[in-house]
């Protein structure tokens, strides 16, 4: 018997879902098959995904072991996952909020089955902060354009260019597949897509940018998707983190969500000064 599993056995992880991944795992499943029925939206599902993701990172690194027993999760847990976010995995406070809630939520789960008699979450208290959006004025996104990056960091940079010329937020980029381009009798493109958030249609004419990004990354995508996206989270920190522009380009400051400026950025500046032909669900 290993280490591990002895002290597996101590904390009450060899019992079958009385384990903070276990749940988690079968709750991922569960939610997979809604999805797939169309119950439930994909950009849910990756939220979740992704903090199942980062709470298997901090349970490795910071007890040393694969899971965690449900009686071993206290406040502390809670309170030191959020560090762990802010730190180790760079992320904004109202991120940390909004990956706090899915942990809150698997702890439910764990109560309302009566695998746990208390919630760590009652000492537990954290709130998001109200943040300036702003967005990009014609000289930053023409500057932002203009930079010279090597290729991870020109991906970013050119999907962050495509929100900002079509409007799109991160999660409809992310779904955006080949089926959703259009062309009209004239030969103009279009972007004909439910938005993931509200289910609104949504139809946007492409302009010269966003089509000549699409040419630039034409067969990159899998699943017939456009493009070839990261997961949000690689993306927040190669922008927020790797790319270096907040003193030049103010209005991207470290910590902001990506897809808010963008599409301000389109709404302020792009769309009111072109002879695009737009209807977007808010």
Known sequence: MTAEKVKNAHQGLSMQHETLLKIYEQFLADFEKQVEAGMKEPSTHLKYTIVYSHLKEFIRKRYRQSDIGLKEITSAFITDFEVFLKTDRKCCHNTVVLYIKPLKRMISIAQKNRLLSYDPFCDYVIKREETERGHLDSKEIKALMAVSLKPKKELVRDLYIFCIFSGLSFIDLYTLCQDDIRRDKAGHLWIVKERGKTGVESVIRLMDIPK???????????????????????????????????????????????????????????????????????
């Open 212 to 282: 000549q990004i699409m040419e630039k990354y034409d067969g990159l995508g899998t699943d017939r998707r456009v493009f070839p996206v990261p997961s949000y989270d690689k993306v927040l920190k190669t922008f927020n983190r790797r790319l270096s522009l907040t003193s030049d380009f103010p209005n991207i400051g470290t910590g902001h969500k990506i897809h808010p400026i963008a599409q301000d950025s389109f709404f302020n500046i792009v769309h009111p000064s072109s002879c695009l032909s737009v209807a977007v669900g808010s």
